[in-house]
Nanobody, 121 residues
Framework: QVQLVESGGGLVQAGGSLRLSCAAS????????MGWYRRAPGEQRELVAT???????NYADSVKGRFTISRDNTENTIHLQMNSLKPEDTAVYLC???????????????WGQGTQVTVSS
């Protein structure tokens, strides 16, 4: 089992910045990939950014150049630095962990509760 706790959401004006954090209950070295997804009202969940165990990052086209994902292995935490925020970034941001379960012989997905980000125009 992996527990994920997000923090750092809030209300910000367009053009502003926020930094989200996601603390995992296990060592990040036991997790294949961690990432951030978001779900806007009336929309499907979409990928924002992911980071692998080796530190490789991947971003949605809509956030490239504005968002940066990073990991702190000593704190078992990942961060999402969001700059130049736009009203269309408004959503619940969810932390995800993909971890291989040796007992089941397959990877499992774990999700946090989510943190609300609201960008006013």
């Amino acid at each position: 089992q992996v527990q994920l706790v997000e923090s750092g959401g809030g209300l910000v004006q367009a053009g502003g910045s926020l930094r989200l954090s996601c603390a995992a209950s296990v060592s990040l070295f036991t997790i294949n990939t961690m990432g951030w997804y978001r779900r806007a009202p009336g929309e499907q969940r979409e990928l924002v950014a992911t980071i692998t165990r080796s530190g490789g990052a991947n971003y949605a086209d809509s956030v490239k150049g504005r968002f940066t994902i990073s990991r702190d292995n000593t704190e078992n935490t990942i961060h999402l630095q969001m700059n130049s925020l736009k009203p269309e970034d408004t959503a619940v941001y969810l932390c995800n962990a993909d971890r291989f379960d040796y007992g089941l012989g397959r990877s499992l997905d774990y999700w946090g509760q989510g943190t609300q980000v609201t960008v006013s125009s």
